[in-house]
């Protein structure tokens, strides 16, 4: 009999005695998606939460795999991954340097470019659904992806791990504990990644290499009073930016006479949390952070070399109530992000174009200031009402140089321009019962205007428009089978006005607003605890996105954006006499469905599941060994592909990996 991942997971689940009438209750989650802490169940948006056991279960160490855990966010990268795109309720992005969903790391945004991290010490991580420009401002008019470090205590804590497969070699190691007790904690973590690729007829095969660390200081002068001071960097090198044949990929042999591809990328980032309790009714928190973003990439098809440097400073003012049994809650708050961008496009030395093209130079500067609040009237012991809104002030410009070469004439330009986005927010929220919630919630988000980075023409001097979100969703979370099944559904409907895509050819193209859009769908989440020893996981969503008023392309589906998605995982513990501590195995299986990589719609990728499966020894608490796979049956399948001219390209999905994990906790 041929065993199925499916299969293996109902033999899991049921095929040994289990504790048929235990009444096991999910935890009660404490999440901070609303900047204020509050009980998942209670907390009245679509969201969506990953804790460090459901990432380790899903084999997951870097956040592009987060698909794995959370299927209503769509994963890819734009050739390489520098440049990731980020797909929620349908909307995505063209732009790669401008997600629609909002990226932050223990409340500090995060350039778009720094998405692509190794996942160290975490938490947990918060997936907020639809626009969420009150609280989070600009690019989370989708969604918001949160990810939540754990922080020190007290009490020592090494933790060693390695995991070694076909695909990756790393190591990590991270160590926290007190400096004095309860008045100063250290942590610190570091880890280092050889990544293997799949490339054929390549020198390099796609091969990377990726190492970074993270340090901190919790200062704890009196209870009221804390601050967390943490710098991280990490380091980047790889050669996976080939192109192959978008009929021809799966082979993954790439032409040998062109030139090999590379990029190098270093993320810097200092930060200070301040968090101050003003009596038992107040906090006062203050985020501040400084990002230095740099890249060195070489397109080797092309003999092209694109360096670019972004700093970012950031600071933002949090005033918000505390507290239980009170009759009202608020988060009031201001914001300011001062970012600046380098960037530049020449010919390499040797290269097809050299001598051919002239040097292109880039500067653009942002400042953005605003105003937020939220404020929630607890009616009653079953309504709640809050109403929120944000003001936001960009002020953005430009200048651009290109140089004369034989293929391109020089040109230069200035350009400024300013832009105001108001973003409101209202939500009604009922609890029908102890373990019955309902919502129903109107916000708005936006996608700022901006400047072209590298300019084809003097016209790039004129900013493109924001992108603005209107959603309208209602939703319900209840606990059921006594608190032994969680589930949490919505239905939603957005309208996207000017929304931002590319035109004209591959290497020239300008970013524009090309006309209006719509998104609508439903999303659903269970997770079943039958027994103590098994968990049952299953998620899913449906989306129709489409373009409703263009000038071109009308009717044409969004980009990035599948129809729907599923995600069924099962894990079981197993335990018997003379066994040394517990066997977990856990199977999952992620389906995508179909979806176009272009505004055309010309270029489509079918719909495909994926399975992965682990099977973990933990002889005690203190370690674990794990072989795991992913992508077990070797599917095939496009993770980007473009036009260029009557030529498609494509790149190839990550095979199958197979592999060992070890953990070791002191």
Not at 146 to 172: F, M, W, Y
Not at 207 to 233: E, I, Q
Not at 389 to 407: I, K, N, P, Y
Request: proline residues 4%.
């Amino acid at each position: 009999m041929r065993l199925t991942p499916l299969s293996f997971a109902i033999l899991c689940s049921s095929g040994l005695p289990a504790l048929a009438h235990a009444a096991v209750d999910l935890p009660g989650l404490q999440v901070t998606a609303s900047k204020r802490e509050t009980s998942l169940a209670e907390t009245d948006m679509a969201l969506s939460v990953a804790e460090h056991e459901d990432l380790q279960r899903a084999n997951i160490d870097n956040s592009k795999e987060l698909n794995r855990v959370f299927p209503e966010l769509f994963l890819s990268q734009s050739g390489l991954s520098l440049f990731p795109n980020l797909s929620l309720r349908g909307i995505s992005s063209a732009d790669a340097y401008s997600a629609p969903v909002a990226f932050y790391v223990d409340g500090v945004p995060y350039v778009l470019g720094a998405f692509n991290q190794q996942l160290l010490d975490i938490e947990r991580i918060e997936l907020l659904k639809g626009p969420q420009g009150t609280l989070y401002g600009r690019n989370a008019h989708a969604g918001a992806l949160s990810i939540v470090t754990r922080r020190p205590e007290n009490a020592a804590q090494l933790k060693v791990g390695s995991r070694v497969s076909n695909l990756d070699r790393e190591v990590s190691a991270s160590v926290s504990g007190a400096l004095l007790e309860d008045r100063l904690l250290a942590e610190a973590a570091v880890f280092h990644n050889d990544l293997q690729g799949e490339l054929k007829g390549s020198p390099q095969h796609g091969d990377g290499d990726n190492g970074g660390g993270r340090v901190g200081l919790t200062l704890l002068p009196n209870d009221d009073l804390s601050v967390r001071l943490v710098y991280a960097r990490d380091r980047l090198t790889s050669h996976e930016e080939r192109y192959l044949p978008f009929h021809g990929y799966a082979s993954r042999a790439v032409n040998p006479g062109w030139r090999e591809s590379s990029f190098t990328r270093r993320v810097e980032t200092g930060s200070a949390v301040i968090d101050w309790s003003l009596g038992d009714a107040w906090k006062l928190t203050s985020t501040s952070a400084l990002q230095n973003y740099r890249h060195e990439r070489l397109l080797g098809d092309f003999g092209l070399y694109h360096p670019e440097r972004q700093r970012t400073l950031s600071q933002e003012l949090r005033l918000t109530t505390q507290g239980e049994q009170r009759t009202w809650d608020a988060n009031l708050g201001l914001y300011w992000q001062d970012s600046k961008t380098h960037s530049q496009r020449r010919a390499a030395p040797g290269g097809p174009y050299d001598a051919l093209l002239g040097l292109a130079d880039s500067r653009i500067d942002s400042t953005e200031k605003a105003v937020f609040g939220e404020f929630t009237w607890h009616i009653d012991e079953h309504w709640d009402l809050t109403l929120g809104a944000r003001h936001s002030r960009e002020e953005a410009s430009t200048r651009f140089v290109q140089q004369d070469g034989l293929m391109v004439p020089g040109f230069a330009y200035r350009g400024q321009d300013r832009f105001n986005a108001t973003t409101p927010k209202i939500v009604l929220g009922f609890q029908a019962s102890d373990d019955v919630r309902l919502y129903a919630l109107a916000s708005e988000g936006y996608k700022p205007g901006g400047f072209n980075r590298i300019g084809s023409s003097i016209a790039d001097a004129v900013a493109y428009d924001p992108e603005r979100s209107l959603n309208l969703e209602t939703g319900v979370k209840a606990s059921l089978l006594e608190r032994r099944l969680f589930a949490n559904a919505s239905l939603y409907w957005m309208r996207i006005k000017d929304v931002q895509q590319y035109v004209g050819m591959v290497g020239i193209q300008n970013l524009q607003n090309m006309g209006d859009a719509r998104s609508e769908g439903a999303e659903l989440s269970l997770d079943w605890l039958p027994d103590e020893d098994t968990r049952l996981h299953l998620a899913g969503t449906l989306n129709r996105s489409r373009l409703v008023d263009a000038d071109v392309r009308q009717g044409n589906r969004l980009a990035l954006a599948p129809r729907g998605t599923l995600r069924l995982s099962a894990e079981r513990s197993l335990r018997w006499d003379g066994l040394l501590g517990e066997l977990r195995p856990s199977v999952g299986l992620s389906y995508v469905g179909q979806h176009y990589f272009d505004a055309d719609n010309q270029l489509a990728q079918g719909g495909y599941t994926l399975f992965d499966a682990r099977l973990t020894w933990q002889p005690a608490a203190s370690y674990q060994v794990a072989l795991y796979g992913n992508n077990l049956t070797a599917k095939d399948y496009r993770s980007y592909a473009y036009l260029s001219g009557a030529d498609a390209f494509a790149q190839a999905g990550s095979g199958r990996e197979l592999g060992v994990d070890l953990s070791l906790r002191f």
